[in-house]
C-alpha cells in the first residue's frame, strides 16, 4: 500500500482556454462564468474536480462515487442507489478515490455521509482580463420535422484565458476523520489534472492546455504559505489584456512566488513540477527557466 499522506502540500496549477468555453453558468446562457466588476474569468472547484473523477475513471479505471451512472433501462441512478453499490463508508472510502481527495455529503433516506475533502481548491480565475465572444452559425438539419432547412446555433466563448487553480492537501483533514488518503492518490490526482484538462474534447472545452502544474510539499505538518496564485502576475505584449490570444502574448511574472518559496525555504521538503514548453517566466525583471528558478529546492518532475 502507498504511504500515507502525512505533511501539508500546496497546488499550483496553470491553464489556458482558446476559442473556448471552460466553465459555462447554467442559469446565464451558459455564459463563461465572469467578475463583472474586473473582467476575470471565474471556474468553480467542481468544474477542476469533475475534470479529475472523469479522468481517474474513464483513463485510469478507477472507482469514482460522483459520476453520472444509469441502470439497464438507461435511467440515471441515484445517490441512494450509487450508496447501494457499497457494503459501508468504510468500504466506499477504500474503493472509491474521489472520496478520498474530495470527501461527499450525502443524506437519503437510511444512509448519510459527510466527509470534508483532504484536497480543496479555490474557484480558479483568469491572471487577466478576458474577451467575452458571441458567435452564431447554422446548423444543416431541421430542429423540427417540418421545418425545410436548418436552425441557427449560437453560443458564447472565450478566445483566450490563462487560469490558475490554487489547492492545499490537508493532511490533517484526512487522519482526523480516518480517510487513509495515500501518495498514490494524491500522485493520481496530479495527473488528473493534468491529463484531464487535456483531454476534455468536447465542443465547449476543446482547446484548453495545461501549462504549470507545481505542488509543494512540506517537512512539518499544519505549514503552508498561502495563496500561491496570488503571487504570481501575467506580463503582457498586448495593450489590452482583452487581445490577448496566445502562450505566446503574455509571460509570467514568478518573483513574488520565488521569494515565497524563498523565506520558507528550511520548510519545504520538495517540489513536484510539470511545465508545458511554450510557457515563459520572469524573474526580477529577468527572462527565466523555471527549473533554474527553482534550483536551490528539491524538485521532482511530474512523469505522465
Partial sequence: MSEL????????????????????????????????ETGINIVTDV??????????????????FIIETRDDNGN????????????????????????RLFGATTAVEGKSMVLT??????????????????????TVMPSKA?????????????????????GVVNENAAANQGIQLTEEDVLLMLEGIWNGTKNLMSCSKFGQVPRLLMQVIY????????????????????????EIRDIADVKIDITGLAKALNDNKDKIEKIRLKVDGRIAFVKDGVDVMIDNALKNYSVKDLNF
Fill in 117 to 138: 475533502g483532504p484536497v480543496q481548491f479555490k474557484y480558479g480565475r483568469s491572471l487577466h482580463k478576458v474577451d467575452l465572444t458571441y458567435v452564431k452559425g447554422t
Fill in 47 to 64: 468544474r477542476l474536480k469533475r475534470t479529475i473523477r472523469d479522468y481517474l475513471h474513464d483513463y485510469k479505471k478507477k472507482d469514482v
Fill in 146 to 166: 417540418d421545418r425545410k432547412q436548418g436552425t441557427f446555433t449560437e453560443r458564447y466563448i472565450l478566445p483566450y484565458s490563462l487560469i490558475a487553480f490554487y
Fill in 76 to 99: 440515471l441512478r441515484t445517490k441512494e442507489d450509487r450508496l447501494g453499490d457499497f457494503k459501508t463508508p468504510e468500504d466506499l472510502l477504500d474503493k472509491c478515490i474521489d472520496i
Fill in 5 to 36: 499522506v502525512k505533511t501539508r502540500s500546496e497546488v499550483l496549477f496553470l491553464y489556458d482556454v482558446t476559442d473556448a468555453n471552460p466553465n459555462g453558468d447554467p442559469i446565464d446562457e451558459n455564459k463563461p462564468r465572469i467578475d463583472e
Fill in 219 to 242: 517537512k512539518e505538518g499544519n505549514f503552508y504559505i498561502g495563496e500561491l496564485d496570488k503571487r504570481l502576475a501575467l506580463i503582457s505584449s498586448k495593450n489590452d489584456d482583452k
